[in-house]
């Protein structure tokens, strides 16, 4: 189990990086390409990738992450890109593993708990399956 925390700290914190260095790269070639952005107009150029939904708008932390996120992906192209995407959503589905995990030691809720259960069974399968495509198809561990 100590491993699997540490693995998922690891993680985490690769894919906390990598969105940091993501953004500022992402952030540096829209500046020298176009002259400068404002947060409204980076935040109007990526709007097709966002999901217009009340409550991630109402939420400037999810708003940022979701776009730090998106940036990770730009430029990126061909095998390049679904390795990244595999690479994110992996760390995303772990974070919501760990909000559900979370869920279930705060809630009796039948309905919270049922949910929490779902999203955790779903996602480790998810994860093992994008982790097996990340073995087969980019020779990964």
């Known amino acids: 189990m100590e491993n699997k925390n540490q693995t998922i700290i690891i993680g985490l914190l690769a894919l906390i ?6 953004y500022f790269f992402a952030s540096n070639t829209m500046m020298s390409n176009q002259g400068q952005f404002s947060n409204n107009e980076m935040h109007e150029e990526m ?3 966002m999901y217009g ?3 991630i708008d109402e939420d400037g932390a999810m708003m940022h992450a979701m776009d730090e996120m998106m940036l990770g992906f730009r430029g990126k192209t061909g095998e ?3 390795e990244a995407f595999l690479r ?19 809630t009796d809720r039948p309905e919270l708990v049922k949910l929490a259960n779902n999203i955790i069974e779903a996602q480790q399968g998810e994860v093992e399956m994008m982790r097996g495509w990340l073995k087969e198809w980019f020779n990964e561990n």
Request: hydrophobic share 45%.
């Open 88 to 106: 994110g959503m992996i760390v995303h589905h772990i974070g919501a593993i760990e909000m559900a995990e979370g869920l279930l030691k705060q």
């Open 17 to 22: 990086v990598g969105l940091i260095i993501g």
């Open 47 to 49: 709007e097709e990738h």
């Open 80 to 82: 390049a890109y679904e």
């Open 53 to 55: 939904d009340e409550l």
